[in-house]
């Protein structure tokens, strides 16, 4: 069902390219009927997308690279002691890395602010357009510029993308949706707006996009998971690093040949 679009005076004039490029894909509709659960607005801070609530109050999602707990502090902070990087293992500076789940760009973020080329995938058309629509808005910015240098972005679903071609990797991420399991007030707003637009079974396929994944990386994939979350798939990872709240399963390529060139390859 395509998302409702409207745009308000201030609508700058590269987002409303976004809108017009996901009407063009059917993903967004000008002509909506009844009152919409979700609505994609295009304002003066770009694209946000609002979920409208029963109670009559409406959740917002505008991704902002630039401020808050998630911005640029967050990026920069990241670094050598982030969780994500740490299990990526020792990757030099300028290793390729694919971020097979695109979503809110933090986890991508952190990877090009650490020096990595990062591609990012997100096969939510909408999400990918809210994700570009903070990318450009963010790409002035004095020292976040350099790494958003460093991070493209792809609106593709990864097996597709990868499907048919020698797409080779250093490392790759994977980040699944996974179903909210506490009760929804306790979940964050982005995640409950996420799981408004991806439905309540979003990413059924992981497991196997994560096969297509070590069939493309040279060194390592690593998969995020709530802490105490089975294994993707029922799958062992090689090792896993804990955090507080999240856990990163590092899963190796299955071809020995391929970890002895990684590990020429990265120094
Ligand atoms: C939990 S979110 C990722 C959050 C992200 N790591 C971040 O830092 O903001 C998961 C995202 O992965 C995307 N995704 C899942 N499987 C995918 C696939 N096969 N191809 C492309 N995107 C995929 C979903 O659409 C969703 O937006």
């Given at each position: 069902m395509p998302i409702p679009f409207r745009a308000t005076p201030g609508c700058p004039a590269s987002s409303r390219r976004l809108g017009a490029a996901l009407l063009e894909q059917g993903a967004i509709t000008t002509a909506p009927s009844g009152e919409p659960e979700l609505e994609l607005v295009c304002g003066p801070e770009g694209l946000t997308l609002v979920a409208h609530q029963a109670s009559g109050s409406a959740l917002a999602l505008n991704i902002d690279l630039v401020g808050g707990a998630r911005g640029y502090r967050h990026a920069r902070a990241g670094h050598a002691r982030e969780d994500l990087v740490r299990a990526l293992g020792r990757l030099p500076r300028g290793s390729r890395i694919l971020d097979a789940s695109a979503g809110l760009g933090r986890d991508a973020l952190v990877l090009a602010a650490r020096g990595f080329e990062v591609v990012a995938i997100e096969r939510n058309p909408v999400l990918a357009a809210?994700?570009?629509?903070?990318?450009?808005?963010?790409?002035?910015?004095?020292?976040?510029?350099?790494?958003?240098?460093?991070?493209?972005?792809?609106?593709?679903?990864?097996?597709?993308?990868?499907?048919?071609?020698?797409?080779?990797?250093?490392?790759?991420?994977f980040d699944p949706m996974f179903p909210p399991r506490r009760?929804?007030?306790?979940?964050?707003k982005e995640m409950r707006v996420l799981h408004r637009l991806l439905g309540?079974?979003?990413?059924?396929?992981?497991?196997?996009?994560?096969?297509?994944?070590?069939?493309?990386?040279?060194?390592?994939?690593?998969?995020?998971?709530?802490?105490?979350?089975?294994?993707?798939?029922?799958?062992?990872?090689?090792?896993?690093?804990?955090?507080?709240?999240?856990?990163?399963?590092?899963?190796?390529?299955?071809?020995?040949?391929?970890q002895?060139?990684?590990?020429?390859?990265?120094?």
């Open positions: 809210l994700l570009c629509d903070a990318m450009e808005r963010a790409s002035g910015h004095p020292a976040l510029g350099a790494s958003l240098d460093r991070l493209s972005l792809v609106q593709a679903d990864v097996r597709d993308w990868l499907s048919g071609n020698d797409r080779i990797f250093d490392a790759a991420m009760k929804d007030a306790e979940v964050k309540a079974n979003p990413d059924p396929d992981a497991p196997e996009t994560l096969l297509m994944l070590l069939e493309h990386v040279r060194r390592c994939v690593v998969v995020k998971r709530p802490l105490h979350a089975p294994a993707l798939g029922g799958r062992p990872p090689a090792r896993s690093l804990r955090g507080r709240s999240t856990r990163f399963d590092v899963y190796l390529p299955a071809r020995a040949g391929d002895s060139s990684a590990r020429a390859g990265a120094g």
